[in-house]
């Protein structure tokens, strides 16, 4: 099973800053098979980005994603209030999905 | 509006069973593999179980293999979760999700999850 480790656990940023959020795959994924999500609290999750760069519909610009094989990034270039959240990225291999376990983007 | 929603969570005792129904409305329910991802209460996401579209493959984390199966009625646009041999660790809230056209493997569409509570 591959283990997907995200970094940092929470992250202290202001609206307008840049966040850069890491995931980090104990072996190989393909670029098809990663995906990043956004969760509120007390919210279902929302997918941001598939295929480890594209958008998923509705997502606003100020999101990309990037990276290939162990490492994959997730991009916020400006944080707008509605984007303090949880962020997971989640693989599938071998049948088998897994998620990270998630980085936490807080108001400072 | 593709819709998803979620019924049948409860509190259940240890060792009991519950079934979790998630009924699929604004598309075509027969087209798309489902999943099954739950989230014990603060914690992250995992993923429990998928079936295909026809109903003919399924699969299971290793957590919920031998007690969970996962089942859909593609004349009632319905997918379903038979959750036996109850352990505390499956509290949780348990989503349903759609898993995206070709072969992409991400969820697009989530439901808001009903809540699974296994204790004595």
């Known amino acids: 099973e591959i283990v997907l480790t995200q970094s940092p656990g929470t992250l202290s940023l202001s609206p307008g800053e840049r966040a850069t959020l890491s995931c980090r795959a104990s072996q190989s994924v393909s670029s098809s098979y990663l995906a990043w999500y956004q969760q509120k609290p007390g919210q279902a999750p929302r997918l941001l980005i598939y295929g480890a760069s594209s958008r998923a519909t509705g997502i606003p610009d100020r999101f990309s994603g990037s990276g290939s094989g162990t490492d994959f990034t997730l991009t916020i270039s400006r944080l707008e209030p509605e984007d303090f959240a949880v962020y997971y990225c989640q693989q599938y291999g071998s049948s088998l999905w897994t998620f990270g376990q998630g980085t936490k983007v807080e108001s400072k | 509006e593709v819709q998803l929603l979620e019924s049948g969570g409860d509190l259940a005792q240890p060792g009991g069973s519950l079934r979790l129904s998630c009924a699929a409305s604004?598309?075509?329910?027969?087209?798309?593999?489902m999943s099954w991802v739950r989230q014990a209460p603060g914690k992250g996401l995992e993923w429990v179980s998928a079936i295909s579209e026809s109903g003919g493959h399924t699969n299971y984390a290793d957590s919920v293999k031998g007690r969970f199966t996962i089942s859909r009625d593609n004349s009632r646009n319905t997918l379903f979760l038979q959750m036996n041999s109850l352990r505390a660790e499956d509290t949780a809230v348990y989503f349903c999700?759609?898993?995206?056209?070709?072969?992409?493997?991400?969820?697009?569409?989530w439901g808001q999850g009903t809540l699974v509570t296994v204790s004595s």
């Open positions: 604004g598309f075509t329910f027969s087209t798309f593999a």
């Open positions: 999700a759609r898993e995206m056209h070709g072969s992409i493997y991400s969820f697009d569409y």
